[in-house]
């Protein structure tokens, strides 16, 4: 690689970082939807980070943004990485899409029997988003 490249890469790598820092600072102060923007700017700039990834999965999990979450911790498992519960809480994240699947799956059978069922309906709307998102 040309020297010029080397300091892009470098310099790009170091705002990737600063986005994270500041992200993981919002996070822990609760501001959700800053550090999701400031992740965002840092995938932008380091596609290549598992903490980026690591964290915004975790974000979107903690909102219940579920399919959200799986897409960010499946490129996280991806990248390299020493942390040793991402697995874990990976296996949890596809244990919860499957039952979110089974549910919505029985809520539909249910529906198809009792159409005004505003409970049913409402629960797998709320499934729906979760699985959407």
Same mark, same amino acid.
């Given at each position: *690689?040309?020297?010029?490249?080397?300091?892009?890469?470098?310099?790009?790598?170091?705002?990737?970082?600063?986005?994270?820092?500041?992200?993981?600072?919002?996070?822990?102060?609760?501001?959700?939807?800053?550090?999701?923007?400031?992740?965002?700017?840092?995938?932008?700039?380091?596609?290549?980070?598992?903490?980026?990834?690591?964290?915004?999965?975790?974000?979107?999990?903690?909102?219940?943004?579920?399919?959200?979450?799986?897409?960010?911790?499946?490129?996280?498992?991806?990248?390299?990485?020493?942390?040793?519960?991402?697995?874990?809480?990976?296996?949890?994240?596809?244990?919860?899409?499957?039952?979110?699947?089974?549910? *919505?799956?029985?809520?539909?059978?249910?529906?198809?029997?009792?159409?005004?069922?505003?409970?049913?309906?409402?629960?797998?709307?709320?499934?729906?988003?979760?699985?959407?998102?």
């Amino acid at each position: *690689m040309k020297e010029p490249e080397e300091r892009e890469l470098v310099k790009s790598r170091e705002r990737a970082t600063e986005f994270l820092q500041t992200a993981t600072h919002d996070y822990y102060s609760g501001n959700f939807s800053e550090a999701l923007r400031r992740l965002e700017r840092a995938k932008w700039h380091n596609p290549y980070s598992h903490s980026v990834f690591r964290l915004s999965g975790q974000i979107y999990f903690e909102q219940n943004r579920f399919r959200k979450a799986f897409d960010d911790w499946s490129r996280a498992v991806q990248l390299p990485n020493d942390d040793a519960m991402m697995s874990r809480d990976f296996d949890v994240l596809k244990k919860i899409l499957r039952y979110n699947r089974n549910e *919505m799956d029985r809520l539909q059978r249910h529906l198809n029997k009792k159409p005004e069922d505003r409970i049913s309906i409402e629960q797998l709307r709320e499934l729906d988003l979760q699985m959407r998102d």
